[in-house]
């Protein structure tokens, strides 16, 4: 089952920073964390995954907190691809959640 | 174009054929994975295979038969299905041992959209 607890959706206006938050208090210490994000009529798609430092590539960063049971995913400059629904994932088994559905604002 | 390919897109059956879903992969990757998600809903894994070889099944109903004859090459063979296993049947692979070895990414297939009338 699906072990992190995210917001159900969000919003957000064009080219501003979005956090996308998720808890996942019962993770261990060997667990990654994992974003993947789903465009409509699409396959999911990796976005971003880390262990323990904050993370950084093309597409977004992630932070995680000290204790490691929260991270935020974060968009610098939202764009209206960047609609989607955003999953967060824990540990050895991609199980998905139900996700934060992210729309943006023209 | 993310590397992993399924046929067919689109696929109506009625409840008594037999069909096959086909996804192929030429990552090099060695771990594939099968997933249903219904309108509306996360999901679902199905079916998990390593190296040929499989790893996990997530409670599934025989009337979905996976095969995996090769680490390119995953199917999904329906029959007897119902009305409810209407979905996107979605394919994925990853690089390492599959499930216990997460730090990588998994890449998705665009899905098979499943008709059962």
């Known amino acids: 089952d699906a072990k992190t607890t995210q917001p159900n959706s969000m919003e957000s206006n064009e080219e501003e920073p979005v956090h996308l938050p998720c808890n996942h208090s019962?993770?261990?210490?060997?667990?990654?964390i994992h974003w993947y994000r789903q465009l409509p009529s699409q396959g999911p798609e990796y976005v971003i995954h880390?262990?323990?430092s904050n993370v950084n590539n093309r597409m977004a960063s992630l932070a995680i907190a000290e204790d490691r049971k929260s991270s935020t995913l974060i968009l610098h400059r939202a764009t209206l691809r960047d609609a989607a629904v955003y999953y967060c994932?824990?540990?050895?088994?991609?199980?998905f959640g139900q996700g934060t559905e992210l729309s943006v604002k023209p | 174009e993310t590397g992993v390919t399924q046929t067919p897109r689109h696929l109506v059956m009625g409840m008594t054929n037999k069909k096959s879903l086909k996804c192929e992969q030429h990552?090099?990757?060695?771990?594939m994975y099968w997933y249903k998600q219904s309108a509306k809903k996360p999901l679902e894994l199905m079916f998990v295979?390593?190296?040929?070889?499989?790893?996990e099944n997530n409670s599934v109903p025989s009337r979905f038969s996976p095969e995996c004859p090769n680490s390119s090459h995953l199917f999904l063979h329906l029959h007897t299905l119902q009305p409810e296993d209407s979905a996107l049947y979605l394919c994925?692979?990853?690089?390492?041992?599959?499930?216990?070895?997460?730090?990588?990414?998994?890449?998705f297939g665009q899905g098979t959209r499943l008709t059962v009338v």
């Open positions: 994925a692979s990853s690089q390492g041992e599959g499930l216990l070895d997460l730090n990588t990414e998994a890449f």
């Open positions: 019962t993770i261990s210490g060997t667990d990654y």
């Open positions: 880390g262990l323990t």
């Open positions: 994932i824990q540990g050895g088994k991609l199980i």
């Open positions: 990552l090099g990757h060695n771990a």
């Open positions: 295979y390593n190296f040929k070889e499989q790893t």
